[in-house]
């Protein structure tokens, strides 16, 4: 069992940053594949970004390609979401999650996660 809770939402205007945390339990968390989810109401969860339980390969919504950094601590069980160039359209709760896989690609599906966090709001101004 893994729990997940996540930090580092808020209120930031567009253009601006921020930078998400997702700290696990336990001591098997390099045994996770990790993700990034966003969703908004009366909408589905869409992956954000994905990394592998190595690090060694990463995956980015097209959406946020080249704006949006995720990254892992395995020594700290901490995986990251960096947010750059912060547009409105990022609003959305982002909920963090993790996938019992060692596999060497990313699953870009909700359904492929097996624990989640309870979700940190991102709101971005205009």
């Known amino acids: 069992q893994v729990q997940l809770v996540e930090s580092g939402g808020g209120l930031v205007q567009a253009g601006g940053s921020l930078r998400l945390s997702c700290a696990a339990s336990?001591?098997?968390?390099?045994?996770?594949?990790m993700g990034w989810f966003h969703q908004t109401p009366g909408k589905e969860r869409d992956i954000v970004a994905g990394?592998?339980?190595?690090?060694?390969?990463?995956h980015y919504a097209d959406s946020v390609k080249g704006r949006f950094t995720i990254s892992r601590d395995n020594a700290k069980n901490t995986v990251y979401l960096q947010m750059n160039s912060l547009k409105p359209e990022d609003t959305a709760v982002y909920y963090c999650?993790?996938?019992?896989?060692?596999?060497?690609?990313?699953?870009?599906?909700?359904?492929?996660?097996?624990?989640w966090g309870q979700g940190t709001q991102v709101t971005v101004s205009s």
């Open positions: 336990g001591r098997t968390f390099s045994s996770y594949a």
């Open positions: 990394i592998t339980w190595s690090g060694g390969r990463t």
């Open positions: 999650a993790a996938e019992r896989f060692r596999g060497t690609v990313v699953h870009g599906t909700a359904e492929d996660y097996d624990y």
